[in-house]
T-cell receptor, first 116, second 111 residues
Framework: NAGVTQTPKFRILKIGQSMTLQCAQD?????MYWYRQDPGMGLKLIYY???????DKGEVPNGYNVSRSTTEDFPLRLELAAPSQTSVYFC???????????????FGPGTRLTVL | DAKTTQPTSMDCAEGRAANLPCNHS???????VYWYRQIHSQGPQYIIH???NNETNEMASLIITEDRKSSTLILPHATLRDTAVYYC????????????FGKGTLLTVNP
């Protein structure tokens, strides 16, 4: 299994540009998440999904959109990029197992985004 | 999430046990304690979790006090590769899938 993969690894955007960060997992996990991590800080949840067709906002959703048309893919869309969105973005997934907590998340390698 | 308190940084000698404390005095009865770590520039990595009993896996041991208000993550024989930020997380209630990562503890393992 490749686990959780993210593309691109690095990207520089100009203010006002848009882009989509790709995330895919091959573990058949129901739950997927997007986090951002600013320098020296912990991770903040942007959006999450509990299954195909179902998404919900996390702690910092403004300026982002997501979709979940398949179990495997969970792209994050940035519209009208701003310098405040300069960050490292991590995608994660977790399984849903009956009788178990869901807190074991598997993370991708991250996308480093700079908005100038 | 239940609030957790961790030291900002700790040092450990290579080969010795690293004991990382976490206070979670507001934890409720059905809330789990999770530990993750993040090696520089990489995505976080799940280590271990527990409810009330001590837990051990191939990476670490988790000791939870009887009143569940604190816990300790133990790396029995720390190596240089264990240098990382360690996060103690207590998700709230039924939302075990929505984790809040604070600033964690930077563990530096010295040769």
């Amino acid at each position: 299994n490749a686990g959780v993969t993210q593309t691109p690894k690095f990207r520089i955007l100009k203010i006002g540009q848009s882009m989509t960060l790709q995330c895919a997992q091959d573990m058949n996990h129901n739950y997927m998440y997007w986090y951002r991590q600013d320098p020296g800080m912990g991770l903040k949840l942007i959006y999450y999904s509990v299954g195909a067709g179902i998404t919900d906002k996390g702690e910092v959703p403004n300026g982002y959109n997501v979709s979940r048309s398949t179990t495997e893919d969970f792209p994050l869309r940035l519209e009208l990029a701003a310098p405040s969105q300069t960050s490292v973005y991590f995608c994660a997934s977790s399984p849903r197992n009956s009788g178990r907590p869901y807190g074991e998340q598997f993370f991708g390698p991250g996308t480093r985004l700079t908005v100038l | 999430d239940a609030k957790t308190t961790q030291p900002t940084s700790m040092d450990c000698a290579e080969g010795r046990a690293a004991n990382l404390p976490c206070n979670h005095s507001t934890i409720s009865g059905n809330e789990y304690v999770y530990w993750y770590r993040q090696i520089h520039s990489q995505g976080p990595q799940y280590i271990i979790h527990g409810l009330k009993n001590n837990e051990t896996n191939e990476m670490a041991s988790l000791i939870i006090t009887e009143d569940r208000k604190s816990s300790t993550l133990i790396l029995p024989h720390a190596t240089l590769r264990d240098t990382a930020v360690y996060y103690c997380i207590v998700p709230s209630g039924g939302s075990n899938y929505k984790l809040t990562f604070g600033k964690g503890t930077l563990l530096t393992v010295n040769p």
